[in-house]
């Protein structure tokens, strides 16, 4: 309470004090004759040397900066064509650094040049064809070599992989991701949306495709139904009381069931027995293990809303869309104990985050990330970090 | 007509405050009724950015500050709530894009300078015009109501995109919060579309005589690209709108297919999100040259004055303000990259973006050259017309980076995209706002602002906006994805990149705190000025273009007698043969004297 009266007070004063300035200035103004627009000579040669001062303190500051920052900021890329990537990078400052500081040096310089002089005739100067051609020829060139280095290492990340590339499937949903492994087959088995299903008796939480799943999720459906449909036979018979709109969104939403159920039959002729070797092999895990120079496929799902998956140390970033699948590829090459040594730190790991805003526990929505040997890989597995996505293998 | 019916025509109506002030019909006043509702969205939006910064620069930290603007409800214990971070975070983006960028630079600018520059009595339309006002109002009352819902604000990003703005389950402002944002926006590209066919009739119709298109100050030739930019894009958001809409109420499923939202399982297939990536940015992208080209145009005008030199080069500034138009329709990909859009497309994205460098850097050429062998008058307007030079340049530069796909994988959604627009968008079009007030204050008011504070003002909000922009572009380069509550996630990864993101994370939120104080000098110089600012006289900047013949007491209609005709170039400053430092657009051309 005190505090508060005493900034009420303090804000009062600054007013006052304010009003009294003004009104000194104001009469100083009529006194003096002198007008808003008139030009001081002492006041415009300060903002002139401001001018310079300014250019020395952001110079000063963006060197800095560069220095303390510009090394220090992420590791060397731990994949592939991160490196072509970083390569890109580098070239690229040196044309933007270089427009950078070249651009703002002459505007400040002629700022501070060219400021007001009584004495001093501007110079008529209304257009030069030759000097307008020579700055749209010189950056489209510059440009041109941004372009077509750019679209090369461009095509080369988004190409095909490779034959033995090793296929993942990343699945997004709030706030977590799990990885998929396609296993000895090297290829996923099939996943559908309405099939996911967290129900104790048989989860599914990727939505896997197979002959036992889609029963169970049948089997699922029917209870839930049924379950439902008690209850309307309950209300209609009085013996239980729903307001107006819940009734109404129990019987819209058993309609909305039924409906799924059908399609859920439907599947049941889509596929045959082929359709479970798929993924009789597929396990899951909730961190993601990479073999060093090993590439890999990854496959990307959302069960919900937009996300991305976005690897910083591999330069690697690819949005997870509901209903689509997209992909992203990239081969690791520092496993993640040569990473330590290389960023001096022994609690170093790589990373896997969601980079696009997906819910209000976006910020913790990751994964980590291991690169280890082949050895260190087949150590993790039996461990028991993953899980199969088919109970009966086990 | 003669000039007696002009005459006529500025004494005529007999104004109550009501016609006058409130719903009044003259361009002049609609762009003060634009102006000081924008300057009342930005102090709201620049409030919310000090709140989500304050969680930035320290996090989890307990702050009287938020709980004294979002109470136990949404900064519980003084620690800001994760939901309403998203909601601060979408709906300073909204208005700062669209109420204060858009509504706010073109409404204000476009509204007092057309007519005055292109020698008409008003508007095309006094009516629309006026409706134009009134819905950027009523738009603006509903974005700020839905901060005040119980549900909270829209929260999906100011980009909304679905399904996450479609389901109130995925997050909890995409309720009736979002349902607010929608209206508002449809009724705010209404306001917007009234206003810009008002604009591109004017300047096509009622320019005076010999005011051709080629003797249009460059100011104009901005808002009427702009207004043509807005027109063919607006029109995209509103079916863009709509039909989140629809997805949202209806149960359609133009943007949702194969989606699980809480545990319920969706019907809606066959839609993709995508599809409204591709609507919202065909309007996002010329959206950018919407918001920066009127910034430009002002900043042309005014470096040609307080350099008393011609403009360089007036006919390639013409020729990339069409340019950057043209292009600005056929980027949009660019910031879609890694959606899963067929690589090919984004090739071809690529190169189309990189080519809006061109014209950009002939625009900041010429600036340049018309600062060369000038003679530089430092008023606001002027340090604020420099300001915008530097910044469109700073921020333009990391433009090349991001529309290099290649590069883009690495940098896309982290505060190195946040540190580009703002510095390039954000910046430069607040910077020409500015000048734009300072400037044309005396034709607005008739006082003058004060030039001292004005100048106070520019050094301090240059140099913590540069404070507070770029630091972001080394947190973004480091690997800090943007719309983080914090980046604690870092801790236990990376502790090097970690110690890095909070250092400048302090940084970025100091500069911003002094960066909003200082906009209390504006604040004061402006409402002082308003009612005690020194009376202006008819021509205070010494310019060329028509606006400076008018009387300083605004009558309707303009100009007391007949319509001035024109007969050159609006840059005639410091001519050779001539006696003063500049010539007034109505002054006939000598025997002898070239006209540029």
């Keep these: 309470m005190e505090m508060k009266l005493i900034v009420l007070v303090v804000i009062v004063l600054v007013a006052i004090a304010v009003a009294q300035l003004m009104r000194v200035y104001e009469l100083t103004s009529k006194i003096r004759n002198r007008r808003e627009e008139d030009i001081d000579l002492r006041v415009n040669n300060i903002n002139a040397m401001m001018m310079i001062l300014f250019l020395a303190a952001f110079f000063g500051s963006g060197v800095y900066m560069l220095y303390e920052y510009g090394n220090g900021m992420l590791p060397e890329a731990a994949s592939l064509h991160g490196q072509d990537v970083d390569w890109l990078f580098n070239i690229n400052w040196i044309i933007v650094l270089t427009v950078f500081f070249g651009t703002n040096a002459v505007l400040f310089i002629f700022a501070y040049k060219y400021a007001y002089d009584p004495k001093r005739k501007p110079y008529y100067f209304p257009h030069d064809n030759r000097l307008e051609m020579i700055w749209t020829v010189i950056p489209a060139g510059a440009l041109a070599v941004i372009i077509i280095l750019g679209l090369m290492t461009w095509n080369k990340i988004t190409g095909k992989p490779s034959d033995d590339a090793v296929i993942v499937e990343l699945y997004a949903e709030q706030f977590n991701f799990t990885a998929r492994y396609s296993g000895d087959d090297n290829k996923l088995g099939h996943a559908d949306y309405k099939l996911v299903t967290t129900w104790v008796e048989n989860p599914n939480p990727l939505g896997i495709i197979t002959k036992n799943n889609i029963e169970w999720r049948l089997k699922e459906l029917d209870s839930t139904i049924t379950a439902m449909h008690n209850d309307i036979a309950a209300e209609e018979a009085s013996q239980k009381i729903f307001s107006v709109a819940a009734s109404e969104k129990l019987r819209s939403k058993v309609e909305k069931l039924e409906r799924i159920r059908e399609r859920v039959v439907l599947m049941q002729s889509n596929y045959s027995d082929s359709t479970d070797v798929l993924a009789a092999d597929d396990f899951t895990a909730k961190e993601l293990f990479l073999i060093k120079d090993q590439e890999y496929q990854f496959i990307m799902r959302s069960r919900d809303v937009i996300h991305s998956a976005y690897f910083p140390h591999f330069r690697a970033q690819m949005n997870c869309v509901p209903g689509q699948r997209t992909k992203l590829k990239f081969t690791p090459i520092y496993t993640t104990a040569e990473m330590r040594e290389k960023t001096d730190n022994p609690e170093f790991n790589y990373i896997l985050l969601c980079n696009k805003i997906c819910g209000e526990s976006h910020s913790n929505m990751n994964m980590r990330v291991i690169v280890g040997t082949q050895d260190e890989y087949e150590k993790w597995i039996e461990e028991g970090n993953t899980t199969n996505v088919v109970a009966s293998v086990n | ?596």
């Design chain 2, 1 to 596: 007509m003669s000039a007696a019916a002009h005459t006529d025509h500025g004494h005529h109506h007999k104004e109550s405050f009501i016609t006058k002030y409130i719903f009044s019909q003259d361009h002049k006043m609609i762009g003060k009724q634009f102006l000081v509702t924008a300057i009342f969205m930005a102090c709201v939006a620049v409030i919310l950015s000090i709140l989500f910064r304050i969680q930035l620069g320290w996090p989890g930290e307990s702050s009287g500050v938020l709980s004294f603007f979002l109470g136990d409800t949404w900064a519980p214990n003084g620690i800001l709530h994760r939901g309403m971070y998203l909601g601060l975070v979408t709906i300073h983006g909204t208005i700062m894009v669209f109420f204060v960028l858009t509504g706010g630079l073109s409404g204000t600018f476009s509204n007092l300078l057309i007519p005055l520059q292109c020698g008409a009595r008003d508007m095309a339309s006094g009516l629309l015009n006026m409706i134009s006002y009134w819905l950027f109002f009523i738009s603006s009352v509903l974005m700020l109501y839905s901060l005040f819902i119980e549900t909270g604000p829209a929260s999906a990003g100011w980009t909304i995109y679905p399904p996450l703005s479609v389901y109130e389950e995925t997050i909890q402002g995409s309720g009736a919060g979002m349902t607010l944002w929608l209206l508002s926006m449809t009724i705010f590209v209404a306001s917007s579309l009234l206003g810009s066919l008002n604009y591109i009739v004017t300047v096509l119709n009622l320019r005076t005589k010999g005011m051709k298109m080629t003797r249009l100050p460059l100011t104009i030739w901005a808002f009427f690209v702009t207004a043509v930019l807005g027109v063919l894009s607006f029109p995209v958001l509103v079916s863009c709108v709509v039909l989140l809409l629809m997805d949202r109420t209806l149960g359609t499923s133009f943007y949702v297919n194969d989606a699980i939202v809480g545990s319920e399982i969706l019907e809606q297939s066959g839609g993709s999100p995508i599809l409204f990536e591709h609507l919202f940015w065909f309007l996002g992208h010329p959206e950018v040259y919407i918001v920066l080209l009127p910034a430009l145009g002002l900043t042309s005008e005014i470096v040609a004055n307080n350099s008393r030199k011609p403009i360089f080069g007036y006919r390639a500034m013409i020729g990339s303000i069409l340019a950057i138009g043209f292009l600005s329709f056929i980027v949009w990909g660019h910031h879609m990259f890694i959606t899963g859009m067929n690589p090919f497309l984004g090739g071809v994205f690529v190169f189309t973006t990189l080519l809006i460098a061109i014209p950009s850097a002939v625009k900041a050429f010429n600036y340049l050259t018309t600062l060369w062998k000038g003679n530089i008058r430092f008023t606001p307007a002027m340090l604020f017309s420099i300001g915008l030079v530097s910044s469109f340049v700073t921020g333009g530069i990391t433009g090349i980076i991001l529309a290099d796909s290649a590069l883009d994988i690495q940098v896309h959604d982290t505060y190195f995209v946040v540190a580009h627009f703002h510095v390039v968008m954000g910046l430069s079009a607040i910077f020409g706002m500015f000048a734009g007030v300072y400037h044309w204050f005396p034709k607005m008011y008739g006082r003058m602002m004060n030039s001292k504070l004005g100048m106070v003002h520019f050094w301090l909000t240059f140099i913590s906006a540069y404070g507070v922009f770029f630091p972001m572009h080394f947190v973004g380069i480091g690997g800090a994805p943007r719309r983080y509550y914090d980046y604690s996630v870092y801790e236990g990864f990376d502790s090097n990149q970690y110690g890095m993101m909070v250092d400048l994370n302090v940084i970025i939120s100091v500069f911003a705190v002094i960066a909003a104080i200082s906009q209390l000098i504006f604040l004061f110089n402006f409402f002082y000025s308003i009612r005690r600012g020194q009376v202006a006289t008819q021509n205070p900047w010494k310019g060329n273009s028509l606006e400076w013949t008018t009387p300083v007491e605004h009558v309707h209609g303009n100009w007391p007698g007949a319509i001035p005709e024109v007969h050159r170039w609006p840059y005639d400053y410091s001519k050779p043969g001539m006696e003063e430092d500049f010539v007034l657009q109505t002054v006939p051309v000598k025997d002898g004297e070239e006209e540029h």
